[in-house]
């Protein structure tokens, strides 16, 4: 099974799939030729039909002060956005220096805010409804009354802000995994339609990044995969998934994230791609969001040499943001930052600095600054002292609301309560989202054909590992999850919590349980290769009673595990709560194991071989 291989060929194999992604001609059906550049859809009035002209009056009666606002998007803590409890209230005086969400509309004009679930942003459904009208009332209440964009991080699998009851639906190496276009645009339409019921219109999603590096520690899962064309295709079908159900969509992080070793939480990746491999490996999905409308691109805080031999990152480099997005992609839809907290974006310039650079390079939104009224106020003294024009603010702010017109922002910003029971979480929504989960659980190794298990002959199970923090905080732990289906699949079910790291008495523990069982299921979470989930495996291996191993994040986990002696081993790319149902369902025999790799698994000692290779997947 080895494909001996090099990660130059891998880059090559990747890129040779991508020709006609590259060329920007990926085909959605039923995109529309209007908008292709997220644009309105004609010169005078946006797609809703405000006219272009009303909203460059807007723009020009704003005190500079407003204008400068617009740009920003910004965190802001508590559940109200007029009364929150004392420890937001204090959290949000230490941070920002105001009190509530209204009182930060109130003084700097923010033209946006993000939700965080540890911000206290998204407790419940009508409770997240409830703050959005309250933020949007504060903005209408404002000197030219604009409306906010109200925006969160929803890409489902592993990054989610709105947990249950909410739908919560496969990530997209998932998706990926799954291969089916329609399956990933409603995925995108269930998603987009339960946000506009609680107030938010603008989701950072979905992941364009081409994820060719398996040792990448802030993408991996996030991505839909390493093949550049069927990442393009699952791109645009999300976008107009989104899309279609009313807000805005943001294809991420431009020009592209996928082949680094650094988090940009933490430091500033450097990508050597050069030219060539960038426009046929990271290319190819924004081009395909771009001809798909893509409302919105976030940048990243990555270096590309071969883009931008300055080496500042791609947020503040006009070669990339005005040089190839705006001019050779055509794009001219709102172009937003990554978060300016991260230090990433940090490590070369001053707080004072970024946003003002981010500006000349072509940025329309600064996202979550660490301090606004330091980041606001530089941008305002740029202006003041000539570095930056005023005609430039205006253009970003156009575009902003451009943006706005088109969501309908202007006409009604408010949503109904009584529309949040009638489209969050709703049965319909949640039973989508099992039969999507289903064709995306992968079965990578079954050498006995241990797999199905029927509850007849392998009625006693076992089920230990890895569970981590919920996503969304509303899900799991996955031990819980998991025995919880196979017992509801008729089962009868031991759960043990080993942890990411077990200790030698939880492994003695673990052992101990397995006696007397039929088998045992183990949860692996990013396995290495000197770590204590290996030598869980190969301990319980070692009982004689057979091991289904699942990774609940990367796929990668089976490369590590080889030699313990599992009899089986699953990958299901995510461990909330839909994807372990899933994996359970597919372990019982009562869903076929649908999903291909969607990237490849190499040998953990020798990358230049390939255990695995995208398509592989086994069926029962």
Known sequence: MHHRTSRRTLLAAAAATAAAAATGTVTVPG????????????????????????????????SLEE???????MRVYGHSATAPDQADIDANLAEIGVRTAAEMIAKYHVGGIIYFTWAHNTRDPHQIATLSNGIQRAGLAGPSKVPLLVSTDQEHGIVCRVGEPATLLPGAMALGAGGSRADARRAGQIAGAELAALGINQNYAPDADVNVNPANPVIGVRSFGSDPGSVAGMVAAQVKGYQGAGIASTAK????????????HTGLPVITHTREQWSELDAPPFRAAIAAGIDSIMTAHIVVPALDPSEDPATLSRPILTGILREELG???VVVTDALGMEGVRTKYGDERVPVLALKAGVDQLLNPPGLDVAWNAVLTAVRSGELTEARIEESVLRILRLKAKLGLFRDPFVKDSQVDRVVGTRAHLAAADRIAEHTTT?????TGLLPLSRRSHRNLLVVGADPASPSGTTGPPTTTLAAEFTALGHTVTALSTGTAPT??????AVAAA?????????????????????LVSALAATGVPVVTVAIRNPYDIARLAGTGYAASLAAYSWTDVELRAAARVIAGHAEPGGRLPVPVQRADDPSQVLYPVGYGLSY
């Open 31 to 62: 995109a529309a030729a209007a908008d292709r550049t997220g644009s309105p859809a004609s010169p005078s009035t946006d797609s809703r039909g405000v006219p272009v002209e009303r909203l460059r009056r807007i723009v020009a009666g704003m």
């Open 67 to 73: 204008k400068v606002g617009q740009l920003f998007v």
């Open 253 to 264: 992080h431009f020009p592209g994230h996928g082949d680094t070793s650094t988090d940009s």
């Open 331 to 333: 794009y001219d839809g």
């Open 443 to 447: 079965l990578l190794a079954n050498p």
């Open 504 to 509: 030698q008495a939880k492994i003695a523990e």
């Open 515 to 535: 006696a007397g069982m039929d088998a045992v299921v183990v949860g692996t979470y990013n396995v290495t290769a000197t770590g204590s989930q290996r030598t």
